[in-house]
C-alpha cells in the first residue's frame, strides 16, 4: 500500500466504558495513531445501522463499534443487541461490495486505556493495509457527487 494512505476511521464509542477508556488513554498519554474521529454515544446499541452504513458511504475506510463488556451494558442489554447487529451488518457488507474486516466491534472498559489504544492501532493497521476503501476511492474519483458506484469491491 502507498506510503501515504491515511485512512479514515469512524469510532463510535459508548459514552461509559469506550469513550471513557479513550479518554483515559489520551490523559495516560499511549501513543494512538490519528487516524480516527470519535463519535460519542449513550449506548453502543444507540448506534444505527444506517450511520455505519453512511459512515461507509460518505467515505469512511473503517468503522469501530466500542462499547462496555458482555455483562456491564449500562442500558442492561444493550450490547447484545450491537453485537447481534454488528454480525448482520458484516453479512450485508460483503453484499455491498466492502470486505467486512472494514467494520469491527470491541469493548472496552472504562479503566482499560491500554486496550483502547492498542485495539486502535491494530484496527489503524488493518484498515491501512486494506487500503482505501472502495467507496472512498470513488468519492475520490468524482468528486462532484456523492452517489457511489455499486460495482466496487475490495472482498
Ligand atoms: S452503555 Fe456501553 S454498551 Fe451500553
Partial sequence: MEDTFKPKIVVFCCNWCAYAGGDL??????????????????????????????????GADGVMVAGCHPGDCHYIGGNYRTRRRVALLRSLLQQFGLNPQRLELAWIS???????????????????????SPYSKSLDDDTQSTSVAMEVADV
Fill in 25 to 58: 488513554a489520551g490523559i495516560s498519554r499511549y501513543q494512538i495513531k490519528p487516524y480516527f474521529r470519535v463519535i460519542r454515544t449513550l449506548c453502543s446499541a444507540r448506534v444505527d445501522p444506517e450511520w455505519i452504513m453512511e459512515a461507509f458511504r460518505l
Fill in 110 to 132: 472504562a479503566g482499560e486505556a491500554e486496550k483502547f489504544a492498542s485495539t486502535m492501532n491494530s484496527f489503524i493497521d488493518r484498515i491501512t493495509e486494506l487500503g482505501p
